[in-house]
């Protein structure tokens, strides 16, 4: 999925302005603070990131409360995604340690 910018103005029946600042919006999508700096991109912005979390128009069918409650499951299922794989990564670690270790005692004999 990428990034949906709004529709593009038509300068003669929105004006040119319009066009100018649709263009300034559409630039400070790689501005470093951009999304600070422009209403219409954070629009933009709040409109995509509801859509990646629950799907097309997410904005329009489901709550704030419920978008955030959705938004900090994630958070949460990610962290625990992340803590399983570090788990994981140090018993692999350990067993690898185990195996060396009796290899090494059974060369010896």
Not at 23 to 28: E, I, L, P
Not at 53 to 75: T, V
Not at 78 to 92: G, I, N, S, V
Request: charge should be negative; charged fraction near 35%; glycine fraction near 4%.
């Amino acid at each position: 999925m990428s990034f949906q910018f709004g529709p593009p103005p038509d300068p003669d029946k929105d004006g040119i302005m319009e066009c100018h600042h649709y263009r300034n919006s559409v630039d400070a999508y790689d501005r470093d603070g951009g999304l600070m700096d422009d209403a219409q991109l954070k629009h933009w912005f709040v409109i995509n990131a509801c859509d990646v979390i629950l799907g097309e128009d997410a904005m329009y069918r489901y709550s704030a409360r419920e978008l955030f409650e959705r938004l900090e499951d994630l958070s949460t299922s990610a962290q625990e995604w992340d803590d399983l794989q570090d788990a994981r990564m140090e018993a692999d670690a350990n067993y690898e340690e185990d195996a060396r270790e009796e290899y090494y005692r059974l060369c010896d004999v």
